[in-house]
């Protein structure tokens, strides 16, 4: 038996423990609400680009992706134009999304954008078994704009929301072209488009490997810096792992 596993006690005892671990998790849904709140409290961005991407209907406006819905979500998806594949953390959350019926009648659109050539996408897709919309920017400007792909010569770097100089010896040079990962929310009125938020990093993990499932459990997500320590083998499936793989590429 794993003597790292937790003690093993009465019904009563559990119940116990349980509603003290519940006023804790009830003090954190709290403050996600308040925290939820400040986030719609932030101002918001003219996008005045004329920004063009490729999908199955051919070349469309970022207008567009909101599908006449009133706000738009996007997944900053890690494939750049010379790779054959896609991310293999940014494949495990689309994996996860399952469908978009819960979104669509609260007038909200969920896109994917990659840098990759369309054709490239939509190979990728059909191979995933995946339905949600996934567009090409091939070639613009979007993902440099919202620094999903940093290069200093084409926009001044901001990684993690932190500039150039703030990063200090954090960036080099041949981070140049590099792709991230990141989450990015639009609200339309009328024909005007504006930015309201964008997260990286950790930003957008609960969107990756199950994780709000794995929190849940004993064993957490098997990852090296968890507590209590030793309890699971650190499997490197974390994002940017060693063991991270596409997702039709498990045993």
Known sequence: MNTNL?????????????????????????????????????????????????GPDGTVSLLDLFEGRTQLVVHHFMFAPDWDVACSSCSSAADGISGLRQLHPRNTTLAAVSRAPYPKLAAFKERMGWSFP???????????DFHATLDDRVEPVLLHLRTKDELGDEWTEDMRGSEWPGISAFVRDGDEV??????????????????????????????????????????????????????????
Do not use: C
Not at 12 to 25: D, G, I, P, S
Not at 215 to 235: C, F, H, I, S
């Open 6 to 54: 937790p003690d093993v006690v009465t019904r009563e005892e559990w119940l116990a423990a349980r509603r003290e671990l519940l006023a804790k998790e009830k003090e954190l849904t709290r403050a996600r609400d308040a925290l939820n709140a400040e986030r719609r409290r932030l101002p918001m961005v003219r996008v005045a680009e004329p920004y063009s991407f490729e």
């Open 134 to 144: 996934w567009y090409s920017s091939y070639g613009g400007a979007f993902n440099y």
């Open 194 to 251: 504006f930015h309201t938020y964008s997260t990286y990093g950790r930003g957008i993990e609960e969107f990756h490997n199950g994780y709000r499932y794995l929190d849940l459990t004993v064993l957490g997500r098997q990852e090296e810096w968890e507590e209590p320590r030793g309890r699971a083998v650190p499997l490197g499936m974390q994002v940017g792992g060693p063991g991270m793989r596409l997702p039709d590429e498990y045993e």
